[in-house]
């Protein structure tokens, strides 16, 4: 095993230190090698030292121009500081520069929901769940884009298919009342879907509320 390997391996075990350390002799022994710098960097990001982890990413890019995942790195603080332009930037690099990963398309579409752009999101979300079919989140949020893009027939179909993948996911049984309950005016499904969604989260306040209101005007 060599020590990006072991260094990794350290990562997924939480052993940030042991894993810092290894990355700090990689960096020494080739400091022009931008892969160090990107492990590196990701160690500062998961330890929350984010000033650093940023240094280390941009040195990345430095000395490679083409670092997809020291974009991503960087996309991940930004997101977590809130800083959605900046983020959504570095996804763009990222995805740009060939990492074209469901997890990049994910957050690009994120940044793009957050930043009310639901129909700019659609294509990120929809590659998303085309490059992993398993994953709940993704096919949830691009219900989210298509019901922000008014696309409500295509954002229950995405809904219907989280659950697919994930029956347990309060928050998809939420909008599909929310969406049977406004839309398409049916208060009977809407209240049976706003029931399972407290069954699954009982702290559910939005489910809750919902139900409340269905049982009023049923």
Known sequence: MDKNQLAI?????????EAAKIFGEMIEENPKDPIGFINFGNVLASMNDTERAIKFFERAIELDPQAATAYYGLGGIYYDQDDLLKAKD???????????????????GLCLLHLDQPRLALPYFQRSTELNEADAEAKFHYGLALAGAEMYDLAIEAWEKTLEVDEHHADAYFNLGVAYGGIKGDADKAIALFEKALEIQPDHMLAANGLKQMRELS
């Open 9 to 17: 391996q350290y990562m997924e075990q939480g052993k940030m230190e």
């Open 90 to 108: 570095c996804y763009e690099q990222a995805i740009k520069k060939g990492l074209e990963s469901s997890d990049t398309m994910f957050m690009l």
